[in-house]
C-alpha cells in the first residue's frame, strides 16, 4: 500500500482520496434530502401531508424509493441501441457529479500540521471545468433520446438539448462578468474577493455624499450579488432552464411527450436520470452562492470556527434548493418558442451589454463622466427594450392564427 | 516511472483505440461518440503538458460544442436511411488523400521544430515556467490581445460567415421541401386546433 | 509535490474524484443488475407510443431549425472561450483590450441581429 501511496505521488493520494469520499457521501446525502424536501414542500404549498411514512415526517422516503428501484426489472426496447442505451443515464448522471468538485463548501481546517481546504480541487480554470461539465452532460439527454429507438424520446431529447445548449452559452457568458471582477476563474479565488464590506469598494471613493452613504452601509458584506445582479439574475434563469427543470421542463412536458427522453427507461437507469437532475439543482444551486452570496463567508463566532462557514454554506444553498422548489409550484411552462425567444433575444444580447458596462466599470483611468455616459445609454437602451416587448405577448396573436387567417 | 507516465499511457490508447474505432464503426451514432473518445483522451495529454486552458476548451468547443452539432445532424437526417453511394462532390477522395498528405507533412514538420512554437521561449521548462509566475490563462491571453491580435479579430468574422452559410443553406432546404413538409404539417395541426375555437 | 506546477496535485485529485464518481456509477448499475428481476416478454420490448402499438420506425423527422441553433451554439460558444482569457488580462490591457473585445462582439451582434432579421431565431 505504500508504494502505491508513494508511486502515485505521497500524501496528495491519502487527502484526495478521503476528500472524494467525503464529498460523495455529503452530495449523495443532500440529494436524497433535497427529493424528500421537495416533495414535503411542494406538498404543502398544494395543501397535502406528502410523503409521511417512512421514518420521521417521511424523511426516509427517498431511500425506500431508491430501494424499490432497485428492484424493478431495468429492460430497454427492441430497437434501441444496445451500448448507448447504457451509456446515456451514466453521462447523465457523473459531469453533475463530478462538477461538485470545485465548489468551495467552507474554509480550511488544520489536522495536525496539515492544512486541509474544503474544496476537493481548487482548480486554477475552476469556473471552465465548470462550464465543461455542464457541456458533456448534455450527452446525457442526446444519447437517451437517440438510443431508445422511439418517438417520443427522440423528439423529447432534440427539444431537450437544444434547449440545453442555447441556455449554456447565457450561463457562459453570465460568469464572464465575475471573473472579470475577481480577476480569476478559480472558485476559492472568488469566495475570497468577496469577503469584507460594501464600503470597501472603490467606486465612490471621492464623492461626498455617496461616499458618507456608503460608510452606513459597512455592515453590509461584498457579495458580488450586489455589483453584479443582472449577471445573477442570468445566470439563475439560465441555471433552472439547464437542469430541465419548471419553468423550463418543456423536455419532460408529460402532455406533450410523455417522459421526454428517458420515456423508455425503467428501473435503475431510470433512478440515474432523477438522481442527476437534482444533483444538478444542487450544483447550480452552490455555484450561485459561490459566486454570487460569498460562499461559505459569514459571521464567525469564537465557538468551533471551523463549522460555521460550512453551516453558512449549507444555509444559503438550502435556500437556493427552496427556491428552485417554490418555482415549480409557481409557475407554468413555457411554450417552445417563448423559450428560444428569451435565450436568444433576451439572455444572451443582456449578458454581452452586461459584460461591457461591467468591462468599463473595471478600468482603471476611464473617468467618472464616462462610466455615467455608459450608464445613460444603458438606461436607454433597457427603456427601450423594455417598451418595445413582445407582439406576442401584449397582442395575444400567435403565428399559427395568423396564418388560418390568411389563405384560408 | 510515475504517475504522468501513467496517464499519458492511458490517454493514447484511449485516443488512438477511440479512432481507429471511429474509422470502422457502422453507426454514424457510434463514431461520433469515439469522436468525442478521442477528444477527451486529448484534452487529457494537454493537462500533462500543463496546458491547462486548452484542456478546457478541448472539452468544452471540441467535445461539448463541435460533437453535439454533429450529433444533431445525425439525429435530423436519420441513422438508419442508406448511405447514397454515389459522392455528392465528385473527386472527394483525391482531394481527402492529398489534404491528408499535407496534414502529415505538418504534422511531422511540427514534430521536427519542437519547442520553438512556445509562447516564452524555447525548452521543456518554458510552459512550467509560464504557469508559475503570470499563470496559465494569463500568459495565453496576454500573447492573444497583443502579439495575435489579428487571428483572434479574424476569428469573429470566420464565425459569421458560419451562421451567414448556415442560414442560406437552412432556406434552400426550406424551398426544396425539407423544411417545409414539417412546417406545413404544424400549420396544419395549429389551424386545426384553432378553428375549433370560435373566433 | 510531482513537478508540473502547484496545480498538479489539484488535477490528480480530481482525476481521483473523477475515478470514484465513474466507479460509484457503475457500481450501482452492475448492483442493480444483480438484484433485479428478469421477466422476458415481447410485448415488454416494444415502445411506448401512448398504448397503441407502435407505427413504423422509431425516427420521426424534426424541424431543421434544432440544426440552426447547434450552429449558433458552437458560434458563441467559441465567443464565450474568448471572453475568459480577456477577462482575467482586462485589467493589465485596460482600454486596449476594451476596444478589442467590443470589435470582436461587435462582429458577432451583428451575425445575430442578422440571424433576428432573418426570422431564424423565432419558433415558427
Redesign the interface.
Known amino acids: 500500500m505504500n508504494a502505491i501511496v508513494d508511486f502515485l505521488g505521497g500524501d496528495i493520494v491519502v487527502t484526495a482520496i478521503v476528500k472524494t469520499v467525503v464529498a460523495f457521501a455529503a452530495l449523495l446525502l443532500t440529494t436524497l434530502i433535497v427529493v424528500w424536501a421537495e416533495r414535503k414542500v411542494i406538498a404543502d404549498m398544494q395543501a397535502r401531508i406528502g410523503p409521511n411514512r417512512w421514518g420521521p415526517y417521511g424523511i426516509l422516503q427517498t431511500l425506500a424509493d431508491g430501494i424499490k428501484l432497485f428492484f424493478k426489472e431495468d429492460f430497454r426496447p427492441r430497437t434501441a441501441d444496445k451500448w448507448t442505451f447504457a451509456l446515456a443515464p451514466v453521462l447523465a448522471m457523473v459531469p453533475s457529479l463530478l462538477a461538485f468538485a470545485i465548489v468551495p463548501i467552507g474554509d480550511h481546517i488544520t489536522i495536525g500540521d496539515r492544512r486541509i481546504d474544503l474544496i476537493v480541487a481548487d482548480l486554477n480554470i475552476g469556473i471552465l471545468y465548470f462550464l465543461a461539465m455542464g457541456s458533456i452532460g448534455v450527452y446525457g439527454v442526446v444519447l437517451a433520446g437517440w438510443a431508445s429507438g422511439s418517438k417520443y424520446p427522440l423528439l423529447g431529447g432534440i427539444r431537450a438539448s437544444a434547449q440545453m445548449i442555447s441556455y449554456e452559452i447565457a450561463l457562459g457568458l453570465s460568469l464572464v462578468p465575475v471573473v472579470l471582477a475577481a480577476g480569476s476563474l478559480s472558485t476559492v479565488d472568488i469566495v475570497a474577493a468577496q469577503a469584507g464590506s460594501v464600503s470597501n469598494v472603490s467606486f465612490f471613493n471621492g464623492v461626498p455624499v455617496l461616499e458618507q452613504i456608503a460608510e452606513l452601509f459597512s455592515f453590509v458584506p461584498n457579495w458580488y450579488i450586489w455589483s453584479q445582479w443582472p449577471a445573477f439574475f442570468i445566470f439563475l434563469i439560465a441555471g433552472i432552464a439547464e437542469t430541465n427543470r419548471a419553468p423550463f421542463d418543456l423536455p419532460e412536458a408529460e402532455t406533450e411527450l410523455i417522459a421526454g427522453f428517458h420515456t423508455e427507461y425503467s428501473g435503475i437507469r431510470f433512478a440515474l436520470f432523477f438522481l442527476g437532475e437534482y444533483v444538478h439543482v444542487v450544483i447550480i444551486s452552490a455555484m450561485a452562492v459561490t459566486l454570487f452570496f460569498g460562499g461559505w463567508g459569514g459571521p464567525k463566532p469564537d465557538f468551533l470556527p471551523w463549522i460555521w462557514p460550512i453551516g453558512w454554506f449549507v444555509f444559503k444553498t438550502g435556500l437556493f434548493v427552496y427556491l428552485f422548489v417554490w418555482l415549480r409550484a409557481t409557475m407554468p411552462r413555457l411554450r417552445y418558442d417563448r423559450l428560444m425567444w428569451l435565450g436568444w433575444k433576451r439572455l444572451i444580447p443582456a449578458s454581452l451589454v452586461w459584460i461591457m458596462v461591467t468591462a468599463v466599470v473595471n478600468t482603471e483611468g476611464v473617468s467618472r463622466n464616462a462610466r455615467l455616459v455608459v450608464f445613460g445609454i444603458l438606461f436607454v437602451i433597457v427603456l427601450f427594450w423594455l417598451g418595445k416587448g413582445d407582439p406576442r405577448l401584449t397582442g395575444a396573436v400567435t403565428p399559427q392564427r395568423r396564418r388560418v387567417h390568411g389563405p384560408s | 516511472m510515475n504517475i504522468e507516465v501513467v496517464v499519458f499511457g492511458v490517454s493514447f490508447v484511449v485516443a488512438l483505440g477511440s479512432s481507429i474505432a471511429m474509422l470502422f464503426a457502422k453507426n454514424a451514432v457510434h463514431v461520433a461518440l469515439f469522436l468525442v473518445a478521442a477528444q477527451v483522451a486529448l484534452a487529457l495529454t494537454f493537462l500533462l503538458q500543463g496546458a491547462y486552458f486548452i484542456a478546457a476548451v478541448q472539452i468544452i468547443v471540441y467535445a461539448g460544442a463541435i460533437m453535439v452539432l454533429f450529433l444533431f445532424v445525425v439525429m435530423l437526417l436519420g441513422v438508419d436511411r442508406r448511405e447514397a453511394l454515389i459522392e455528392p462532390l465528385s473527386g472527394q477522395r483525391t482531394i481527402a488523400v492529398g489534404l491528408g498528405a499535407l496534414l502529415a507533412a505538418e504534422i511531422v514538420y511540427v514534430a521536427v521544430k519542437g519547442t520553438e512554437f512556445v509562447i516564452g521561449g524555447r525548452g521543456e521548462d518554458a510552459l512550467v515556467t509560464i504557469n508559475e509566475d503570470p499563470g496559465n490563462v494569463k500568459a495565453l491571453a496576454r500573447a492573444l490581445f497583443s502579439d495575435y491580435l489579428l487571428p483572434f479579430e479574424a476569428t469573429s468574422v470566420l464565425l459569421v460567415v458560419a451562421i451567414v452559410g448556415v442560414m442560406v443553406l437552412a432556406r434552400r432546404m426550406g424551398h426544396e421541401g425539407f423544411l417545409r413538409e414539417t412546417t406545413e404539417d404544424e400549420g396544419s395541426e395549429g389551424a386545426e386546433t384553432d378553428a375549433e375555437v370560435p373566433a | 509535490?510531482?513537478?508540473?506546477?502547484?496545480?498538479f496535485?489539484?488535477?490528480?485529485?480530481?482525476?481521483?474524484?473523477?475515478l470514484?464518481?465513474?466507479v460509484?456509477?457503475?457500481g450501482?448499475?452492475q448492483?442493480?443488475?444483480l438484484?433485479?428481476?428478469?421477466?422476458p416478454d415481447t410485448d415488454?420490448?416494444?415502445?411506448?407510443?401512448?398504448g397503441i402499438d407502435?407505427i413504423g420506425?422509431?425516427?420521426?423527422?424534426?424541424?431543421?431549425?434544432?440544426?440552426?441553433?447547434?450552429?449558433?451554439?458552437?458560434?458563441?460558444?467559441?465567443?464565450?472561450?474568448?471572453?475568459?482569457?480577456?477577462?482575467?488580462?482586462?485589467?493589465?490591457?485596460?482600454?486596449?483590450?476594451?476596444v478589442?473585445?467590443?470589435?470582436?462582439?461587435g462582429?458577432?451582434?451583428?451575425?445575430?441581429l442578422?440571424?433576428?432579421k432573418?426570422k431564424?431565431?423565432?419558433?415558427?
Not at chain 3, 420506425?57 to 467559441?78: K, P, T
Open positions: 509535490m510531482p513537478e508540473g506546477g502547484t496545480y496535485g489539484q488535477y490528480v485529485t480530481i482525476g481521483i474524484f473523477a470514484v464518481g465513474v460509484l456509477v457503475l450501482t448499475l448492483l442493480a443488475k438484484v433485479a428481476p428478469n421477466v415488454k420490448y416494444t415502445t411506448y407510443e401512448s407502435p420506425s422509431g425516427w420521426a423527422q424534426s424541424n431543421v431549425r434544432y440544426y440552426i441553433f447547434a450552429l449558433l451554439f458552437v458560434v458563441f460558444d467559441v465567443e464565450a472561450v474568448f471572453l475568459f482569457p480577456w477577462a482575467i488580462v482586462f485589467e493589465r490591457f485596460g482600454t486596449q483590450a476594451f478589442e473585445m467590443v470589435i470582436f462582439i462582429i458577432l451582434a451583428i451575425a445575430l442578422y440571424a433576428a432573418k431564424v431565431l423565432e419558433w415558427q
